[in-house]
Nanobody, 128 residues
């Protein structure tokens, strides 16, 4: 089991920045892919960014060049630096962990069904 707790969400003006954090606990050594997803009720979860322990990352086209995913494995913490925020970035953001080993290609593909553990989410609201 992997327990994930997100923080860092909140409100921002368009053009501003936020940094999301996700602290993992439990069997954190049992997987090699983590990611950030967004979810609006009634819609499917969408990948924002993923990161593999090899360093390979996957980033959604809508945030490429604006959002950066990183992790500090010593602190078991995943980050999402969100820059140049836009109103359409408003959503609930969830941290996810695979909990098992996968290839960098699968991790980069960011398919939500490949990730077994999920946090409770943190709300990001961007006003124009």
């Amino acid at each position: 089991q992997v327990h994930l707790v997100e923080s860092g969400g909140g409100s921002a003006q368009a053009g501003g920045s936020l940094r999301l954090s996700c602290v993992a606990s439990g069997n954190t050594a049992g997987g090699n892919c983590m990611g950030w997803f967004r979810h609006t009720p009634g819609k499917s979860r969408q990948m924002v960014a993923t990161i593999h322990t090899s360093g390979a990352t996957g980033v959604a086209a809508s945030v490429e060049g604006r959002f950066i995913i990183s992790q500090d494995r010593a602190k078991n913490t995943l980050y999402l630096q969100m820059n140049d925020l836009k109103p359409e970035d408003t959503d609930m953001y969830y941290c996810a962990a695979a909990g098992y080993y996968m290839s960098p290609q699968v991790c980069r593909s960011g398919r939500a069904e490949t990730l077994a553990f999920w946090g409770q989410g943190t709300q990001v609201s961007v006003s124009s």
